[in-house]
C-alpha cells in the first residue's frame, strides 16, 4: 500500500475536524453571561431533538427480528457494559500517578457508554460481516444506554447530575426526562414521520451532526471559563491519547476473544467486534451534559472526543483488511 493510501485511511474524520472547530471556537470565544444561558436552553432543546429523531428512524420490526441471535448480543453488551467499564476502573487507577482525576473520571464515563450505531453497522458491512445482527446490536446498546450508562458512572464515579442529584435514581431520571422521553416520542410518531425522514435523510442528518457541534461548543464554553487549559497541560494530552490508544487496542482483542470462546462465525464475529469495541459520540456527548455540572463536562467529553477519532481510524484499517482476506480475522 502507497504511503498516500495511508495516509487517506489515518486522515481525521471531518466531522471529528468539526467537532475541534467548535473547541476551539469555545476556547477563543467562548459564551458567557447572558449568552451562556441561551446556549444552555439552545442545547437542552438541541439534545431532545436529537433523541426524537433517533426514535423515530429506529425501525422496530430491525429489533425484534435482531433479537433472536441471543449469544452474540449478550457478547457485545458484556463487553459494553462489563469489559468496557472493568478495564475503565483499572486504567484510572494505573494512571493515577500522571493524569489528571477529572480525565481520568472521564475515561471512566467514556467506558459507561453505548455502542455507536452508524459506523458500528457500516465497518460490519465493510468487512462483510452480520449487518443485521450490527443493526440489532448496536440500537439494543444504545437503548439499554440510556438506563445502563448513568447507572454505572454513578456506580463507579459517584456522579452529581447537572441538576444536582447525586443517587442513581436522579442520575437515571435526569437522563429518561432529557433523552427516553424525546426517544420515546419519536418512536410514537415514526409512522407520521418516516416518510418525511426518507426523503430528508440528509437534511436529518445535518441536523444530528449540528446538535452535537452545539453541545460540545457549549460544554467547552463552559470549561473554559472555568479555566480549563489552565488545568489540563499538552503532556496530559499527550497521556491521554496514550491511554486511550490501549484501551481501544485491550478491547478490539477482547472482543475478539469473546467471539471465539462464543464459537461464533466469522461474519458474527466481525459484528462483536465493531459493535462491542466502540463507543458513541452521539450518545456520551449529550448525556455528559445531562448527567454533569456544565463546568465539568468539557472535561469529561475530552476522552471521549480522543477515542472517538482513534476508534474510526483503527476500525476503517480493520475492516478494509478483513474485507481483502476472507480467512481474517
Known amino acids: 500500500m502507497t504511503l498516500a493510501a495511508w495516509a487517506r ?4 474524520d471531518r466531522y471529528v475536524l468539526a467537532i475541534l472547530g467548535m473547541v476551539l471556537l469555545a476556547t477563543l470565544a467562548p459564551a458567557r453571561g447572558d449568552a451562556a444561558h441561551i446556549v444552555n436552553l439552545s442545547t437542552k432543546l438541541a439534545i431532545a431533538l436529537l433523541f ?6 429506529l425501525s422496530r420490526e430491525a429489533v425484534i427480528a435482531g433479537m433472536t441471535h441471543w449469544r452474540l448480543h449478550l457478547l457485545i453488551l458484556g463487553a459494553t457494559f462489563g469489559a468496557f467499564p472493568v478495564m475503565g476502573v483499572v486504567l484510572r487507577g494505573l494512571t493515577a500517578t500522571f493524569l489528571n482525576p477529572a480525565l481520568g473520571a472521564g475515561v471512566v464515563f467514556l467506558c459507561c457508554l453505548p455502542s455507536t450505531v452508524q459506523s458500528s453497522i457500516a465497518f460490519t458491512s465493510m ?12 440500537s439494543a446498546s444504545n437503548l439499554l444506554g440510556i438506563i445502563m450508562s448513568p447507572i454505572l458512572a454513578t456506580a463507579l464515579l ?3 447530575g447537572g441538576a444536582g442529584g447525586g443517587d442513581v435514581l436522579g442520575a437515571v431520571g435526569a ?10 416520542a419519536g418512536q410514537l410518531a415514526r409512522p407520521l414521520l418516516l416518510a418525511w425522514i426518507t426523503r430528508h435523510a440528509r437534511l436529518i442528518g445535518y441536523t444530528d451532526r449540528g446538535s452535537i457541534l452545539l453541545v460540545v461548543y457549549g460544554a467547552f464554553s463552559a470549561a473554559v471559563v472555568e479555566g480549563l ?3 489540563v497541560s499538552a503532556l496530559e494530552l499527550v497521556y491521554l491519547f496514550l491511554v486511550c490508544a490501549v484501551l481501544l487496542a485491550i478491547m478490539l482483542a477482547v472482543t ?4 471465539r470462546i462464543g464459537r461464533l462465525s466469522r461474519s458474527d464475529e466481525i459484528a462483536v467486534v ?4 466502540k463507543k458513541s459520540l452521539a450518545s456520551g456527548v449529550p448525556m455528559a451534559g445531562v448527567m454533569f455540572p456544565p463546568a465539568a463536562v468539557g472535561m469529561m467529553v475530552l476522552p471521549l472526543m480522543i477515542f472517538h477519532q482513534l476508534q474510526l481510524m483503527a476500525c476503517a484499517i480493520i475492516a478494509q483488511e478483513w474485507s481483502r482476506d476472507p480467512d481474517l480475522p
Do not use: D, E, I, Y
Not at 9 to 12: E, G, I, K, V
Not at 52 to 57: D, I, L, Q, V
Not at 256 to 259: D, E, H, K, P, S
Open 175 to 184: 437522563v429518561a426526562v432529557q433523552l427516553l422521553l424525546p426517544f420515546v
Open 256 to 259: 475478539v476473544g469473546l467471539a
Open 52 to 57: 426524537f429523531m433517533h426514535g423515530a428512524r
Open 229 to 231: 487549559w489552565n488545568t
Open 158 to 160: 459517584g456522579v452529581r
Open 274 to 277: 465493531f459493535c462491542g469495541s
Open 9 to 12: 485511511r489515518l486522515a481525521p
Open 127 to 138: 468487512a462483510k460481516g452480520n449487518v443485521a445482527a450490527a443493526v440489532c446490536a448496536a
